[in-house]
């Protein structure tokens, strides 16, 4: 285990507000982890399907010819080396999709955070300085466990619960409200 996960669950709060029997009313899972780097990487590998498709570069090609065509017109050729930059960062973005996902989440002000994560019977509840979100189990209309986490999808969006925050107990009442 990396030491930042030492450090999780050396910082595990009030990590016995569980009980074990996954049929009582009163379950309740309360931890807090850390945002830090592996976490949102666990995130991205197991939630995002990579598209290899040669399609993902067509917004960057067309930036780019956009930007190439401006150049033979009166407009201002500040406008179409404008392009011609975005059409080359859009570009690599599609190429660096995981590296460049990473950055925007270790610069957020939710990076290297810590998080309280509370399961029971309303539903999985995330809390830190900046987030205090409910996810009702009503709300959950599609569900996959992966080999490291839960991907759950809502009407609109996606969200990843990692198992290395969990429990067994955790895991087995996650399971009983998603089957």
């Known amino acids: 285990m990396s030491e930042s996960h030492n450090q999780t669950e050396a910082s595990t709060i009030n990590n016995v507000a569980e009980t074990d029997d996954t ?6 899972y309360i931890k807090e982890y850390i945002l830090d780097k592996s976490h949102f990487e666990e995130t991205y590998d197991q939630s995002v399907e990579v598209n290899l498709s040669p ?39 599609v190429r660096f999709n995981r590296a460049w996902w990473l950055m ?3 610069i957020s002000k939710s990076a290297n955070n810590p998080v309280t994560i509370t ?55 996650i399971n009983l409200k998603l089957n």
């Open 55 to 93: 399609k993902r570069y067509l917004k960057a090609i067309a930036f780019t010819v956009a930007g190439f065509l401006m150049t033979f017109t009166d407009v201002t050729p500040y406008l179409a080396y404008f392009f011609i930059g975005l059409g080359g960062v859009e570009a690599l973005q």
């Open 119 to 173: 399961i029971n019977e309303q539903g999985i509840h995330s809390k830190s300085n900046y987030i205090d979100h409910l996810l009702p189990w009503t709300d959950i209309c599609r569900a996959k466990e992966t080999d490291e986490g839960f991907l759950l999808t809502t009407q609109s969006l996606k969200h990843y619960i990692s198992k290395r925050c969990l429990n067994d107990a955790a895991i087995a009442f």
């Open 23 to 28: 049929n009582t009313v009163g379950f309740s």
């Open 104 to 106: 925007r989440q270790m």
